[in-house]
């Protein structure tokens, strides 16, 4: 490995011994990118090129990251097409595989309302996203991009669809493909909405999907869903007679401040102690694996007592807690990485500290699909 990116890894050890290598690459490598062929991860306004690879003396989950030219990590054809040498300022680190280059085009007005995903560790998750339109990015400048969707042409880009035209489209498909059998051996179905009008349309839309794919599906599967806003203990319920079996709270910000600017909807703040409430209830509903707790580090969050304190009370609820959902803030759109050329969100010692935290209130099999940890 590396001299140079081992003594540097030392040195952020020392200072948060609470950190891991693992913690450590997975935040350099994500947050600075990979320099391949000059190449950039947006060539353009209209397009993104996003990096996965799988790294695995530094971590075993595959990394997700984005071409930067003057990132310190360099990839090298080795000449095997699966196969690349991993460069830390010129020296070696290691040889990775699986390496690809994702395209989103952002001229294609055509998303998919369902798409399948092989997640990083092997299981297959059919995705549902029946309402695209999210109202909780709401700027007084007029169109802006989306802070969470990241996007800029949301308008002329989405369309809704209600659970019945979605059932009714994924039945026609899946059984023209192949009579239903990938749909039968998925391991995770996953809902992903924008903004319903009010609880009532939310509740009845996601019942009526799950309800009408129970058929189709394994008994047993793994079935989730999440909203940006605080629900009760009866509205859980109705989720779980349906078939839900987890619930996501993409709180994304702990601070109330913070929330306030980024998550300002129709329905006003859900502030944090209201929120905690709500996954106190589901929890109880759902179980220790039953619920997900979702941050996106360098939003803005205050790294404070109020921090530490909302992060070891949810961590502590039930057996083991919560499971645990944590993203860095990153660029997706030529727009937003000018933004953060020009100004960066946050520092390196941030996302350090930020990660020390959750690791400290936070066990290690608790901390599902980290970006940022593993």
């Known amino acids: 490995m590396s001299k140079k990116f081992f003594t540097l890894v030392q040195t952020i050890q020392k200072k948060h011994p609470l950190l891991s290598q693992e913690n450590i690459a997975r935040t350099l490598l994500i947050t600075k990118g990979i320099h391949y062929k000059n190449q950039h991860s947006f060539p353009d306004h209209f397009s993104h090129y996003e990096l996965l690879f799988t790294a695995k003396k530094i971590s075993p989950l595959s990394v997700l990251t984005l071409l ?177 079996t987890t619930f996501a709270f993409p709180i994304e910000m702990i601070d109330d401040s913070v929330r306030k600017i980024r998550m300002k909807n129709r329905k006003g703040l859900v502030p944090m102690d209201v929120l905690r409430k709500d996954i106190e209830s589901a929890h109880a509903l759902f179980g220790d694996s039953g619920v997900i707790i979702r941050l996106i580090a360098g939003m803005g969050d205050k790294l404070d007592a109020t921090f530490e304190n909302h992060v070891a009370e949810v961590a502590s609820l039930g057996t083991a807690g919560p499971l645990w959902n944590i993203n860095i803030y990153m660029p997706f759109t030529h727009y937003h990485w000018n933004v953060f050329q020009k100004k960066q969100p946050y520092t390196l010692e941030y996302l350090f500290t930020y990660m020390e935290i959750i690791n400290k209130y936070v066990p290690q099999d608790r901390q599902m699909r980290f970006k940022i940890s593993p």
Do not use: W
């Not at 802006?144 to 035209?165: G, H, K, L, T």
């Not at 924008?194 to 599967?221: A, F, Q, T």
């Open 68 to 244: 930067n030219q003057q990132s310190p990590f360099q990839l090298l054809d080795t000449g095997n097409s699966n196969e690349h040498v991993l460069l830390y300022d010129g020296e070696f680190l290691e040889i990775i595989q699986d390496y690809e280059q994702r395209l989103f085009d952002f001229k294609n007005h055509q998303d998919p309302f369902y798409f399948y995903v092989e997640e990083i560790n092997g299981d297959l998750v059919l995705k549902l996203n029946p309402v695209q339109l999210c109202d909780f990015f709401q700027s007084t400048k007029g169109e802006m991009p989306c802070a969470f969707c990241f996007r800029n042409d949301m308008v002329q880009r989405f369309r809704n669809i209600s659970a019945e035209e979605l059932v009714k489209t994924i039945l026609k498909e899946e059984k023209k493909r192949d009579n239903c059998e990938m749909l039968k051996s998925i391991d995770e179905l996953s809902i992903i909405t924008g903004s319903y009008k009010d609880n009532e349309e939310y509740i009845s839309e996601i019942c009526l999907l799950v309800e009408s794919l129970k058929k189709y599906i394994r008994p047993d599967l793994r079935v989730v869903i999440g909203s940006h806003e605080g629900t009760s203990k009866s509205t859980f319920q109705k989720f779980k007679e349906a078939g839900v």
